[in-house]
């Protein structure tokens, strides 16, 4: 390695993650405290102002059964969090270690757990979530497991997959000649290296547990009615797209917004932290 | 190769018969009887048992299913409940519609995405590049149904260019009038896929051509075209077939979600009918079938890759 | 020149990074006479691949290349390049497997250039491109033309990526590190193939190399590059001889050669200069034993004739004996190493099972799945070793002998199939004890593997300590410092990342890990292929100071008999998973030598006698990639001494000869006499 390389690189910090994580600050922030902030109840009945198109007093006007939409909006982006959030932790948490236990222990345990992922990867994503939906009665609850659960086979086998590049190094070897427990190999050895390649897939992945579970809402088989989560209201507006499309495009374009800041800090994470861009010291 | 053929063939095989076992399990093990979930929660007793017995619902876990199985093999998928049709004639002509959807889609994200992709990796840095990953970020995130519903406000409502929701058949109605109702849903449903393709067709192009092996092409002279055509696109493929794959899986919920949006009476519209008005048979035939479709689809892409790659081709010679 | 085909004068490149401007070439200038050959040596970071890529024209885009005069047969070179690729210039890249596209045939890409440049259509094409990849020694071209290149051997796909090269017949060949990926006696036949073909096509040849034997044995004139500056240049005999660079002393010192086994080696202490700053003076006085203040001042290349040096005290410094290293070690005990084994291994062996698990063990064959038994590669077979206290056993062999494998073998980080391991007297269980793993080390071929990117040196140095009992609390910062202070590095390294140190300097942390369990026993596995030259002096000089001070044994495992000589005091040789012969190392180097280590021995070019020991070389039986017998010896298809059925169908017993080398060869000894070598 030349003197050059030993210069601590600054990484340049990529401008979508900057934007992107500042919307998406924001966009948390709102939906937490939306609830309160909002300007009427999201869930009060005024049959008198159904459907008034957006105006100073309801921003993103109202709805069939008069609700304000702003309100509506404020106190529903929690839902879309929740299911991004929730459903990459619960892919995190079975994902990660499955993954890690495969590619430690190879040989059966690896082909058992490897033959279920396929078989799960096999079933086509939104196949999982309805099977799950269709048996049993929807709710927030479920869509996250749903959800995460789809995204268990991918989480199981990046991490098995990078695990594997990891292991086959000559320092895992030397824990070895220590005679070191394998919970000390995969936890201080592996593990380490394997995280940034996880988080910038968890952080991309956050983008489509929204996507798939807000299409699982908008298929009525997510937060039921008179929940505000945003794709059912999307779909509560589909009969009234020709005289009010402001019910549906005012959450629709909120959940895009969101949407689309998640993923830039997701590529811009990827940009930041890609393993092939790691410095690692060559001559 | 055709060892690999037969290999993957078989393992779909054994994957589908699994699948099988999981959909039943599922929809008989979970909790809740069948029954109740037909009848609805506030059924009598009678009813129930009435129905149990019809539907032999009380025959132990395992005879059900041989039951079944044993029929779905005949190509027997039995009654539909809800309606009084067999499963099989209306799972037929649903899979014909949404074929017609998904196989464009899925054509059309290929030739943009791969073109798309090409084109943002040999220009790389340029304007054109940064402007297409700029919209690549963007597209892959937006949900289909968003664009569905604006297509529906913007296409049909306002502008009333083309039909917001339904189908006519090829045969009924003409080529024309059969586009007419399939071309909101497709492009509904490429702009995303077709981001997602081109954003790792493009990372796959870039990495063949900062290979050593195109680098050793230049060297020998080869034209900076030939270089990309046939030094680096056949490299470049590889990856991109599956992805494609990938993509097939993830545009079989788009599907589903489109046709509930355009009203398009295809085999997400039924599942959907389906789960809404409990009709059991229909439901795990309807989910049958969409992971036969998906597992050929995987297939398609394995074999494909296959017959690109001389290593799975030939076998390793050493 | 004035006949010069290739005339490069004062070419520099720089290109931007994020760092600034760095200046990867200066002022480098070089000419090459028709059908003559330019060997341009340098340690990594001397810019000496860059330096092709610039004359091919083939940097990317933020590279700037300025030069005085660049001619090629008149024409300027900078200029029309892109007209020359393929056509006149023909290049090779190092590594054969990366150089040759794996979705195309051999034959598409060696005909390839034949159809865009000499407007051959595909079939004339492939009829020529057969008849080149039989020219460059491959015996059945027409079944390689129609192969891809992850069917071939290395060397094969080195050889056919020479015949793309070759197609237009160009004047000029450019060679970057064409050997470096390939085994010895592999490298030998593409060696022979260069020469033979400058002998027949009086093509010239521009060769990059590391390696100094090489350039001696292709080569008329050598250029040394140090980062990115011409230091010395001249006729390839006269530089060899009486290098006056000090760099070039440095690395002519460094080298270990089998000849003057025992000498202890030089090393260039410091590391390369950081290019993003242009020094005006001379690059290497900062690493150099003679430098003055005035090596500060700007230094030309000059010196009387075609010798010439870049060095304003080369007159002076010739004279000089290189200054004796620092940090010497203490009172050696080297001299009377203690006979008693330290670690006995006997009938060790170990099957590695093909790949896959149940599902692709099924046979298909026939149609009908069965269930096949699983193929199986044999990495060690039956073999029986002792490495005895205060000594280096060196264990030299090809990739893929199993070497690497039965160092694993010895220390019970791989299990064996079969065989007993007695360290110390007492037997060594198959899942040892905590204190076998404490006196049984390894240090590692890859410093950048050999080092979690995320832990600290002190972390990396801990660990050890604790887990052995070494050290507690406040003693394991003391005893951290002794062990830096071991492996010579500054005690401030102890907060540094692998990613903060150089590739030396790694290996060295390496060491000192390896180390800090006091063990009796360690395993060197290619601990110093990974480094450069005068690296890995270095490394050498301080394993060689550690195993005197300490009393250590060492298995060190080289695939470079060089290196095996210089620190080995007993030798032995594996082939394909056995260990052929075994003696003490003077003995197995003088001989008489088993036919596959005299090959091994005759194809390493040593500097000096390349050329001479060339015509002695002992060539191997053609078809080296035919499946070894399941019977027989394991060299016999290769074997040019081969006795015919009785060597392919019995394994040859190991015999102890008169001098005392253990020998498994069914040779009568008379015969094995004659497998002579020149080398003494």
């Given at each position: 390695?030349?003197?050059?390389?030993?210069?601590?690189?600054?990484?340049?910090?990529?401008?979508?993650?900057?934007?992107?994580?500042?919307?998406?600050?924001?966009?948390?922030?709102?939906?937490?405290?939306?609830?309160?902030?909002?300007?009427?109840?999201?869930?009060?009945?005024?049959?008198?102002?159904?459907?008034?198109?957006?105006?100073?007093?309801?921003?993103?006007?109202?709805?069939?059964?008069?609700?304000?939409?702003?309100?509506?909006?404020?106190?529903?982006?929690?839902?879309?969090?929740?299911?991004?959030?929730?459903?990459?932790?619960?892919?995190?948490?079975?994902?990660?270690?499955?993954?890690?236990?495969?590619?430690?222990?190879?040989g059966?345990?690896?082909?058992?757990?490897?033959?279920?992922?396929?078989?799960?990867?096999?079933?086509?994503?939104?196949?999982?979530?309805?099977?799950?939906?269709?048996?049993?009665?929807?709710?927030?609850?479920?869509?996250?497991?749903?959800?995460?659960?789809?995204?268990?086979?991918?989480?199981?086998?990046?991490?098995?997959?990078?695990?594997?590049?990891?292991?086959?190094?000559?320092?895992?070897?030397?824990?070895?000649?220590?005679?070191?427990?394998?919970?000390?190999?995969?936890?201080?050895?592996?593990?380490?290296?394997?995280?940034?390649?996880?988080?910038?897939?968890?952080?991309?992945?956050?983008?489509?547990?929204?996507?798939?579970?807000?299409?699982?809402?908008?298929?009525?088989?997510?937060?039921?009615?008179?929940?505000?989560?945003?794709?059912?209201?999307?779909?509560?507006?589909?009969?009234?797209?020709?005289?009010?499309?402001?019910?549906?495009?005012?959450?629709?374009?909120?959940?895009?917004?969101?949407?689309?800041?998640?993923?830039?800090?997701?590529?811009?994470?990827?940009?930041?932290?890609?393993?092939?861009?790691?410095?690692?010291?060559?001559? | 190769m055709l060892v690999y053929?037969a290999r993957?063939?078989?393992?779909?095989?054994?994957?589908?018969?699994?699948?099988?076992?999981?959909?039943?399990?599922?929809?008989?093990?979970?909790?809740?009887?069948?029954?109740?979930?037909?009848?609805?929660?506030?059924?009598?007793?009678?009813?129930?048992?009435?129905?149990?017995?019809?539907?032999?619902?009380?025959?132990?876990?395992?005879?059900?299913?041989?039951?079944?199985?044993?029929?779905?093999?005949?190509?027997?998928?039995?009654?539909?409940?809800?309606?009084?049709?067999?499963?099989?004639?209306?799972?037929?002509?649903?899979?014909?519609?949404?074929?017609?959807?998904?196989?464009?889609?899925?054509?059309?994200?290929?030739?943009?995405?791969?073109?798309?992709?090409?084109?943002?990796?040999?220009?790389?840095?340029?304007?054109?590049?940064?402007?297409?990953?700029?919209?690549?970020?963007?597209?892959?995130?937006?949900?289909?149904?968003?664009?569905?519903?604006?297509?529906?406000?913007?296409?049909?409502?306002?502008?009333?260019?083309?039909?917001?929701?339904?189908?006519?058949?090829?045969?009924?109605?003409?080529?024309?009038?059969?586009?007419?109702?399939?071309?909101?849903?497709?492009?509904?449903?490429?702009?995303?896929?077709?981001?997602?393709?081109?954003?790792?067709?493009?990372?796959?192009?870039?990495?063949?051509?900062?290979?050593?092996?195109?680098?050793?092409?230049?060297?020998?002279?080869?034209?900076?075209?030939?270089?990309?055509?046939?030094?680096?696109?056949?490299?470049?493929?590889?990856?991109?077939?599956?992805?494609?794959?990938?993509?097939?899986?993830?545009?079989?919920?788009?599907?589903?979600?489109?046709?509930?949006?355009?009203?398009?009476?295809?085999?997400?519209?039924?599942?959907?009918?389906?789960?809404?008005?409990?009709?059991?048979?229909?439901?795990?035939?309807?989910?049958?079938?969409?992971?036969?479709?998906?597992?050929?689809?995987?297939?398609?892409?394995?074999?494909?890759?296959?017959?690109?790659?001389p290593r799975i081709r030939l076998g390793a010679a050493h | 020149?004035?006949?010069?085909?290739?005339?490069?004068?004062?070419?520099?490149?720089?290109?931007?990074?994020?760092?600034?401007?760095?200046?990867?070439?200066?002022?480098?200038?070089?000419?090459?006479?028709?059908?003559?050959?330019?060997?341009?040596?340098?340690?990594?970071?001397?810019?000496?691949?860059?330096?092709?890529?610039?004359?091919?024209?083939?940097?990317?885009?933020?590279?700037?290349?300025?030069?005085?005069?660049?001619?090629?047969?008149?024409?300027?070179?900078?200029?029309?390049?892109?007209?020359?690729?393929?056509?006149?210039?023909?290049?090779v890249?190092q590594d054969p497997s990366a150089a040759l596209?794996p979705?195309?045939t051999i034959g598409?890409q060696v005909?390839?250039?034949?159809?865009?440049?000499?407007?051959?259509?595909?079939?004339?094409?492939m009829e020529r491109a057969e008849g080149l990849l039989a020219e460059t020694g491959i015996h059945d071209p027409a079944a390689v033309l129609k192969a891809y290149p992850h069917q071939l051997s290395g060397g094969m796909k080195q050889r056919a990526v020479i015949a793309q090269?070759l197609?237009?017949?160009?004047?000029?060949?450019?060679?970057?590190e064409p050997t470096t990926a390939l085994d010895v006696t592999v490298e030998a036949q593409i060696l022979d193939l260069l020469d033979a073909l400058r002998a027949r096509?009086?093509?010239?040849?521009?060769?990059?190399?590391?390696n100094?034997g090489i350039?001696d044995r292709i080569?008329?004139?050598?250029?040394?590059?140090?980062?990115?500056?011409?230091?010395?240049?001249?006729?390839?005999?006269?530089?060899?001889?009486?290098?006056?660079?000090?760099?070039?002393?440095?690395?002519?010192?460094?080298?270990p050669v089998i000849s003057?086994a025992?000498?202890?080696?030089?090393?260039?202490?410091?590391?390369?200069?950081?290019?993003?700053?242009?020094?005006?003076?001379?690059?290497?006085?900062?690493?150099?034993?003679?430098?003055?203040?005035?090596?500060?001042?700007?230094?030309?290349?000059?010196?009387?004739?075609?010798?010439?040096?870049?060095?304003?005290?080369?007159?002076?410094?010739?004279?000089?004996?290189?200054?004796?290293?620092?940090?010497?070690?203490?009172?050696?005990?080297?001299?009377?190493?203690?006979r008693?084994p330290l670690l006995e291994a006997r009938g060790m062996s170990r099957r590695f099972a093909g790949h896959g698990g149940l599902w692709r063990s099924l046979d298909w064959r026939g149609g009908w799945p069965k269930l096949a038994p699983r193929k199986s590669v044999v990495a060690v077979d039956d073999v029986t070793i002792e490495v005895r206290?205060?000594e280096v056993l060196g264990l030299v062999g090809e990739s893929g002998s199993g070497k690497s494998t039965l160092g694993r073998l010895l220390l019970r980080l791989v299990p064996a199939d079969a065989g007993q391991l007695e360290f110390?007297?007492?037997e060594v269980?198959l899942?040892?004890?905590?204190?076998?793993?404490?006196?049984?080390?390894i240090?590692?071929q890859?410093?950048?593997?050999?080092?979690?990117?995320?832990?600290?040196?002190?972390?990396?140095?801990?660990?050890?300590?604790?887990?052995?009992?070494?050290?507690?609390?406040?003693?394991?910062?003391?005893?951290?410092?002794?062990?830096?202070?071991?492996?010579?590095?500054?005690?401030?390294?102890?907060?540094?990342?692998?990613?903060?140190?150089?590739?030396?300097?790694?290996?060295?942390?390496?060491?000192?890990?390896?180390?800090?369990?006091?063990?009796?026993f360690?395993v060197c596995d290619e601990a110093?292929s990974?480094?450069?030259?005068?690296?890995?002096?270095?490394?050498?000089?301080?394993?060689?100071?550690?195993?005197?001070?300490?009393?250590?044994s060492y298995l060190f495992i080289s695939h470079d008999i060089g290196v095996i000589a210089h620190i080995s005091d007993r030798i032995a040789v594996m082939y394909r998973g056995a260990i052929v012969q075994q003696g003490e190392a003077a003995q197995v180097l003088r001989g008489p030598h088993h036919p596959y280590t005299a090959s091994l021995l005759s194809a390493v070019p040593v500097v000096g006698s390349a050329r001479s020991q060339a015509d002695n070389r002992i060539r191997l039986a053609e078809n080296p990639m035919a499946a070894p017998g399941e019977k027989g010896c394991s060299f016999a298809s290769r074997c040019p001494q081969q006795l015919g059925n009785l060597c392919r169908t019995q394994v040859p017993a190991q015999r102890r000869l008169s001098n005392g080398v253990m020998m498994a060869c069914h040779l009568p000894d008379a015969q094995l006499e004659t497998v002579a070598l020149g080398l003494s």
């Open positions: 390695m030349t003197a050059v390389a030993q210069k601590r690189r600054r990484r340049h910090v990529p401008l979508i993650l900057v934007a992107g994580a500042a919307i998406v600050v924001v966009m948390v922030l709102l939906g937490l405290i939306g609830p309160w902030i909002a300007p009427y109840d999201p869930t009060m009945f005024a049959v008198r102002s159904r459907m008034q198109p957006p105006s100073g007093l309801h921003w993103f006007g109202t709805d069939e059964f008069g609700r304000d939409v702003l309100s509506r909006i404020l106190a529903g982006g929690y839902y879309s969090l929740a299911m991004g959030f929730g459903a990459t932790a619960i892919s995190l948490v079975i994902g990660v270690p499955l993954g890690l236990i495969a590619a430690f222990y190879r059966w345990v690896d082909d058992v757990i490897m033959r279920i992922i396929d078989l799960m990867i096999s079933l086509p994503p939104i196949l999982v979530g309805l099977l799950i939906l269709a048996v049993t009665s929807p709710g927030l609850g479920k869509t996250i497991v749903a959800v995460g659960l789809v995204y268990v086979p991918i989480m199981t086998r990046l991490t098995r997959s990078v695990a594997l590049s990891v292991l086959a190094q000559d320092f895992i070897e030397a824990a070895a000649a220590r005679r070191e427990k394998t919970v000390y190999i995969l936890w201080r050895e592996v593990l380490p290296n394997v995280w940034p390649t996880i988080i910038v897939e968890a952080s991309l992945r956050i983008t489509f547990a929204i996507l798939l579970g807000s299409a699982l809402s908008f298929l009525g088989l997510g937060p039921q009615p008179p929940a505000s989560e945003w794709g059912l209201m999307i779909a509560e507006s589909r009969p009234f797209l020709d005289r009010a499309p402001w019910i549906g495009l005012a959450p629709g374009l909120c959940l895009c917004v969101l949407l689309v800041a998640v993923n830039f800090v997701g590529e811009g994470l990827r940009d930041l932290l890609d393993p092939r861009m790691q410095g690692r010291g060559h001559g | 053929a993957r063939i078989l393992g779909m095989v054994v994957v589908l018969f699994a699948m099988s076992a999981v959909v039943f399990a599922a929809i008989h093990l979970l909790p809740g009887s069948v029954a109740h979930m037909v009848l609805g929660e506030y059924a009598t007793a009678e009813a129930v048992a009435a129905l149990e017995l019809k539907l032999g619902l009380r025959d132990p876990i395992l005879v059900q299913y041989w039951r079944w199985l044993s029929g779905v093999l005949r190509g027997e998928f039995g009654q539909a409940l809800s309606i009084d049709q067999p499963v099989a004639r209306l799972i037929g002509g649903a899979l014909e519609r949404s074929a017609a959807l998904g196989g464009m889609s899925l054509l059309l994200v290929a030739i943009m995405g791969i073109a798309l992709g090409i084109h943002s990796a040999v220009h790389r840095g340029s304007l054109s590049d940064r402007v297409l990953t700029m919209m690549q970020y963007t597209l892959i995130a937006i949900p289909e149904f968003f664009w569905c519903t604006v297509a529906i406000i913007v296409f049909a409502v306002w502008l009333g260019w083309l039909p917001a929701t339904g189908y006519t058949p090829l045969a009924d109605a003409g080529l024309l009038q059969w586009l007419r109702h399939l071309i909101l849903p497709v492009v509904c449903l490429s702009l995303g896929l077709t981001a997602h393709v081109s954003r790792m067709v493009r990372s796959s192009m870039l990495e063949a051509i900062e290979s050593r092996y195109v680098l050793a092409a230049r060297a020998k002279g080869v034209p900076e075209r030939l270089v990309l055509l046939r030094h680096a696109l056949p490299n470049a493929m590889l990856p991109a077939i599956t992805v494609l794959a990938i993509d097939a899986g993830i545009l079989i919920g788009g599907i589903v979600v489109a046709e509930t949006v355009f009203s398009f009476p295809g085999l997400g519209s039924l599942l959907m009918y389906a789960i809404q008005n409990h009709d059991i048979p229909l439901l795990q035939a309807g989910m049958l079938v969409v992971t036969a479709v998906y597992s050929l689809a995987t297939l398609a892409a394995d074999l494909a890759s296959a017959m690109l790659n | 020149m004035a006949d010069a085909l290739l005339d490069i004068q004062g070419l520099s490149l720089r290109y931007a990074t994020a760092n600034g401007s760095v200046t990867a070439l200066d002022d480098v200038s070089l000419a090459i006479p028709r059908g003559g050959a330019m060997g341009l040596v340098g340690e990594s970071g001397s810019g000496k691949s860059s330096m092709l890529l610039a004359m091919l024209g083939l940097l990317g885009k933020g590279a700037a290349v300025t030069a005085d005069a660049a001619r090629f047969d008149g024409q300027d070179l900078l200029k029309v390049a892109a007209s020359l690729r393929g056509r006149r210039i023909g290049t890249f596209n979705a195309l598409v005909a390839e250039p034949l159809t865009l440049h000499r407007g051959m259509n595909w079939r004339e094409a090269a197609g237009c017949e160009p004047d000029l060949l450019l060679l970057d096509r009086g093509i010239s040849l521009l060769l990059v190399s590391h100094l350039v080569c008329d004139d050598l250029t040394v590059l140090y980062a990115g500056r011409v230091v010395e240049q001249g006729p390839c005999a006269r530089v060899l001889a009486g290098p006056r660079h000090p760099y070039a002393r440095g690395l002519m010192a460094a080298m003057h025992k000498q202890r080696l030089t090393s260039i202490e410091g590391n390369l200069p950081d290019l993003t700053v242009v020094d005006p003076g001379c690059n290497f006085a900062p690493r150099c034993p003679f430098a003055v203040p005035s090596c500060a001042e700007p230094q030309a290349l000059a010196g009387e004739g075609d010798h010439r040096v870049r060095c304003h005290r080369a007159a002076q410094t010739a004279t000089l004996p290189w200054p004796e290293q620092k940090n010497e070690a203490p009172a050696s005990t080297e001299a009377t190493p203690e008693r206290s205060g110390g007297g007492t269980p899942r040892p004890s905590s204190a076998f793993c404490q006196q049984a080390q240090i590692f890859n410093p950048d593997s050999a080092l979690n990117p995320h832990h600290t040196v002190q972390e990396v140095l801990k660990r050890p300590l604790e887990l052995f009992g070494i050290a507690k609390g406040a003693a394991v910062g003391a005893e951290i410092d002794r062990l830096l202070d071991l492996v010579r590095l500054p005690r401030s390294y102890r907060t540094r990342y692998p990613h903060q140190m150089s590739g030396g300097e790694k290996q060295r942390i390496g060491i000192a890990r390896a180390l800090a369990g006091r063990p009796r360690v110093v990974a480094l450069d030259v005068s690296v890995q002096a270095a490394v050498l000089n301080l394993l060689s100071d550690l195993r005197a001070q300490f009393g250590l």
